[in-house]
């Protein structure tokens, strides 16, 4: 069994009622712990028939894997969370869990615009054996009910939920002296992933407030980021590796790596975070064209690039993917 994120400080198990009256069970409640390293950020592959293409997630999951990352996020906003059922949102978690097979951490996405719906979610992904929950903020909640949002997903899971900061596409914009109440009243939930930019002053300020930092935006701040002191961070999915050698070499005070990394990631990342469906698109295509994934196709309603900007993205991404993969650890043979 892989050790929870709180390791060996968790407290004694609670017995907890499931939500919407499912039957009680025990839950056991983890101390929350420093995140480090890079967490992939794994987009869902769908097959031509328009199920969820489960052999690519595997295959996807075994490249993040091989490329040295901490940890794998599923049903992040760039998992298209947003269009998948129910049914399909639990068959998702149980197969990233299963293909990472206590390799790395797998953090499962459980957000709802209701709080008994966002907990139940959270039971089953800890249930199916996910290592920490992310969640964002419900539009319209007041202040106290923001914090019964988050301890309702903590207290149904017994794991560490790291509060998505994204109001470009959340619509919700919290203030740093609500994320630190969270953190007070809610310790499992003291974790931020920071998507309001400009995000390096916005990390500065939470840190003074107590809180841990996450950095998100597919890294656009990166390197900035790094020297506001953030530990970890989630981008995408096409050459994690490059983001672990950023962090090591910060870690071992090498700036130069870091800062040539991120100039060379530089415009592909601002062209891809002009919109999360060309964020999505992207990347499907870069891993569809390497084979591990069956098709390139998002669902619609959607607003993927026009052909001229897929193609320039998409060749920046796959001449980015041959300079870095080789940086990767144990990265076998793709395509």
Excluded: N
């Excluded at 967490?39 to 869902?44: A, D, E, F, K, Q």
């Excluded at 075994?62 to 269009?83: F, P």
């Excluded at 017994?158 to 900061?165: E, H, K, S």
Aim: with cysteine.
């Amino acid at each position: 069994m892989r050790p929870r994120l709180g390791g060996a400080d968790a407290a004694a198990p609670r017995r907890h009622g499931g939500a919407g009256g499912a039957e009680a069970r025990e839950v056991t409640v983890t101390t929350p712990r420093r995140f480090d390293g890079v967490y992939s950020v794994l987009v869902t592959p769908f097959t031509a028939a328009g199920g969820i293409d489960l052999d690519g997630v595997a295959r996807v999951v075994d490249h993040a894997v091989d490329s040295g990352v901490t940890g794998v996020v599923t049903l992040g906003l760039a998992s298209e969370v947003g269009r998948l059922t129910d049914d399909e949102r639990e068959a998702l978690v149980a197969a990233v869990v299963a293909a990472a097979d206590g390799r790395v951490e797998v953090v499962a996405g459980t957000e709802h615009a209701a709080g008994a719906p966002a907990a139940r979610r959270a039971a089953h992904a800890a249930g199916a054996g996910a290592d920490a929950l992310m969640a964002f903020p419900p539009a319209g909640a007041a202040e106290a009910q923001l914090v019964a949002y988050y301890a309702g997903i903590t207290e149904a899971s017994g794991l560490p939920v790291i509060v998505q900061d994204a109001p470009a596409w959340t619509q919700v914009r919290l203030s740093t002296d609500l994320l630190a109440r969270v953190g007070r009243e809610v310790p499992l939930a003291r974790h931020v992933k920071v998507e309001a930019p400009p995000t390096p002053p916005r990390i500065a300020a939470l840190h003074a407030a107590g809180l841990e930092c996450i950095g998100g935006l597919g890294g656009l701040y990166l390197a900035e980021e790094l020297d506001r002191g953030v530990t970890a961070t989630m981008p995408g999915c096409l050459f994690p590796g490059v983001y672990v050698e950023m962090l090591r070499s910060h870690a071992a005070g090498d700036s130069q790596v870091v800062q040539r990394a991120y100039a060379e990631l530089l415009p592909l990342t601002v062209s891809l975070m002009s919109s999360l469906d060309v964020f999505v698109a992207v990347h499907k295509h870069v891993l569809w064209r390497r084979g591990l994934i069956a098709t390139p196709a998002l669902r619609g309603p959607a607003q993927p690039p026009d052909a001229r900007q897929l193609d320039w993205c998409v060749g920046l991404a796959e001449r980015l993917t041959d300079r870095f993969l080789p940086r990767s650890r144990g990265t076998r043979p793709l395509g």
